[in-house]
C-alpha cells in the first residue's frame, strides 16, 4: 500500500515517545514502500496535542531539509486547491477516499516520503 495513517494521539503518548513513534514508523514504511503518511496529531484542544503538533511539525521541516522526506502539508493544506495536494492524488489514487481531504483539519499532518 502507498498510503498509510499513523495515530499519533492514540495511548496518549509523550512528545517525547509520540516522536520516537513517528520515527520509528516512517523507517519501516520507508523500507515497506509507503509514500504517503497521514499523521493524526491533534491541535491541542484535549491536551498535548497541539505540543505534539508543534515539534513534530518542528522535526518534519529539519527530514525535509536533511532529505528524509520529500515534504509535508498540513491539515489545512491538504485540499484540492492546493497544487502539492492535487500532485500527491495524480500520484496515489488511495488518498481520494481520506476522510480529511478537503476539511482544514489541523490535528493532521501528510507527509510525503
Known amino acids: 500500500m502507498d498510503y498509510k495513517v499513523l495515530n499519533l494521539k492514540e495511548n496518549s503518548p509523550t512528545i517525547e515517545q509520540a516522536l520516537a513513534i513517528f520515527e520509528i514508523n516512517v523507517s519501516a514504511y520507508k523500507l515497506e514502500g509507503v509514500k504517503v503518511v497521514k499523521v493524526i496529531h491533534g491541535y491541542g484542544s484535549h491536551g498535548v496535542g497541539g505540543d505534539i503538533c508543534l515539534q513534530l511539525r518542528r522535526l518534519l521541516r529539519s527530514m525535509k531539509k536533511g532529505k528524509k522526506i520529500k515534504d509535508f502539508l498540513l491539515g489545512n493544506e491538504w485540499d484540492m486547491s492546493n497544487e ?28 510525503v516520503l
Open 84 to 111: 502539492k495536494c492535487i500532485n500527491i492524488l495524480t500520484e496515489l489514487k488511495d488518498c481520494y477516499n481520506d476522510e480529511d481531504l478537503g476539511n482544514s483539519n489541523p490535528g493532521i499532518t501528510i507527509v
